[in-house]
């Protein structure tokens, strides 16, 4: 096996480059890891399976020198320096027209420099997200790849045989130029956020409003699980209730503390939608719902203060579900709007033709927002040429409408009881805005010209006005 070469490389044997490496075995690709941690290289080369060839390196050099021309290779360890480090330790090792695939969470204008930097010495590097987790880097993840189209030509094969697979079609594809695959996962990664909120929401109204057990909340997801709310986050959020706690005689979930916390990627997904400008309201809220759990101390005195009581929800149990159903689907459904018309204007403004209909495609199955939605998002983008807005499809119009009034309802019974639930009511405002003709922004207008000269435009003819305002007061 001395002259073994290898036709592809990862740098990080952490549980995720593991997986997505024996994933690559399994596929008949002979595949070669390196990590500094020996015990590391161990536990690859044992769980790989019979048959399979996966050999471990504690020395980059060798991996580097194992692997068939051009090389193709990926590295994954956390954002942000120890990316640039490796990069480092790389270069020197490798020759021209080589792939270095960063499939780790960067920020997209990292990515963006290492592109360039990179390709000043001939050397192509991808920005490419990967979600599912362990499990679904092991038995199939999607895959956001994106930057130089010929070096994805090159490792289209590898990525399609491990992709997860949705009738047979895998869940990669590329999707744009640059940045635009770490972009595309910061988006994915923005609208999980979201998602998860307004399930929490959804478990608090059912939890302490309801009184619902925790038997009771898992037969729900379940069973909604099996309906159109049928999605990786609904069925591992059944699970999850049902799950008991190994020290006490409670459910585990009961004895974690309510501080959430988060690697980054929500919050530059909601940081770069205020950029560029796009609105993501549901997004922003839930990166902000976030960081007000983080203040448990704070929150505790508060309650105290304000002698926090939360009012039992006196409605009939299954109506009331029955409308969180619906809730819980329209926001969701709103929060996959606002994520991809970020997507649909950062493609242009930031030149990287992201082809929407294939983001929708790779987010159907292996992702942690794979969900039965996505199915109605790729019919909506065959409809559609151009779609700014999920919002403007009209089988999806159709399908907010028969949820809105549950929508209503809920928002309504949940800020009469005292709970918080801004996910849900920053999606209803999000869909009432989106979709008013009009709305009282003349008065902004208004307001920042009296005070400040700022212009604005009339209704009845072309042009920028100015008025002063004094002049009419007096
Ligand atoms: C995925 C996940 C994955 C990870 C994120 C979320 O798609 O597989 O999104 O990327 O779980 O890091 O992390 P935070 O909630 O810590 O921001």
Redesign the pocket.
């Given at each position: 096996m001395a002259n073994e070469t290898y036709d592809f490389g990862m740098i990080g044997l952490g549980t995720m480059g593991r997986n997505l490496l024996l994933n690559m075995a399994d596929h008949g690709f002979k595949v070669a890891g390196y990590d500094r941690d020996a015990q590391k290289i161990s536990i690859l080369e044992e769980n790989a399976n019979k048959g399979t060839i996966a050999k471990g390196f504690t020395e980059l050099a060798d991996m580097i020198n194992s692997l068939s021309k051009p090389r193709k290779l990926m590295m994954l360890v956390p954002a942000g320096n120890p990316v640039d480090d490796v990069i480092k330790g790389l270069l020197p090792l490798l020759d021209n027209g080589d792939i270095v695939i960063d499939g780790g969470?960067s920020h997209y204008t990292d990515t963006l420099r290492r592109v360039n930097a990179l390709k000043e010495k001939d050397i192509h590097f991808m920005g490419i997200?990967?979600?599912?987790?362990e499990q679904?880097a092991r038995n199939g993840?999607?895959i956001m790849p994106g930057g130089d189209a010929e070096a994805y030509a090159v490792v289209q094969p590898i990525l399609e045989a491990v992709a997860a697979k949705v009738n047979k079609t895998p869940c990669v594809a590329y999707l744009g130029k640059h940045a635009a695959g770490h972009y595309v996962?910061m988006v994915?990664?923005g609208i999980?956020?979201a998602i998860?909120q307004l399930i929490s929401e959804c478990y608090d109204l059912m939890h302490r409003g309801l009184g619902l057990s925790n038997d009771e909340l898992s037969d729900v997801f379940a069973k909604w699980n099996k309906e159109d709310l049928k999605a990786y986050l609904i069925e591992i959020t059944a699970d999850i209730f049902k799950y008991e706690d190994d020290k006490t005689t409670n459910r585990l979930v009961d004895m974690i503390v309510d501080k959430?916390?988060?690697?980054?990627?929500?919050k530059w997904t909601s940081q770069d939608a205020i950029d560029l400008p796009v609105p993501v309201p549901t997004i922003d809220m839930a990166v902000t719902v976030r960081n007000i759990s983080s203040f448990k101390d704070q929150r505790k005195e508060a309650a105290e203060l304000y002698k926090t009581a939360v009012k039992k929800i006196r409605k009939d149990k299954d109506a009331f579900i029955q409308q969180l159903h619906d809730a819980l689907y329209f926001g969701t459904l709103i929060s996959y709007s606002q994520g991809m018309s970020m997507l649909e204007v950062a493609s242009t403004e930031l030149d990287m033709n992201i082809p929407l209909n294939e983001v929708v495609k790779v987010w159907r199955g292996g992702?942690?927002?794979r969900s039965s939605l996505l199915d109605v998002f790729v019919k909506a983008f065959e409809q559609h040429a151009v779609l700014p807005n999920l919002l403007l499809d009209n089988g999806i119009a159709e399908l907010l409408l028969a949820k809105e009034q549950n929508m209503r309802e809920v928002i309504v019974t949940a800020i009469n009881a005292g709970f918080p639930c801004g996910a849900l009511m920053t999606a209803l405002t999000y869909f009432d805005a989106y979709r008013s003709a009009e709305l009282p922004t003349n008065l902004i207008q208004a307001q920042r010209d009296y005070f400040g000269a700022h212009t604005y435009q009339r209704v009845d003819e072309p042009g920028t006005f100015h008025t002063e305002w004094i002049k009419v007061k007096l």
């Open positions: 969470n997200g990967i979600s599912g987790g679904g993840p999607s996962k994915h990664n999980e956020y998860m959430a916390g988060a690697k980054g990627t929500g992702c942690i927002i």
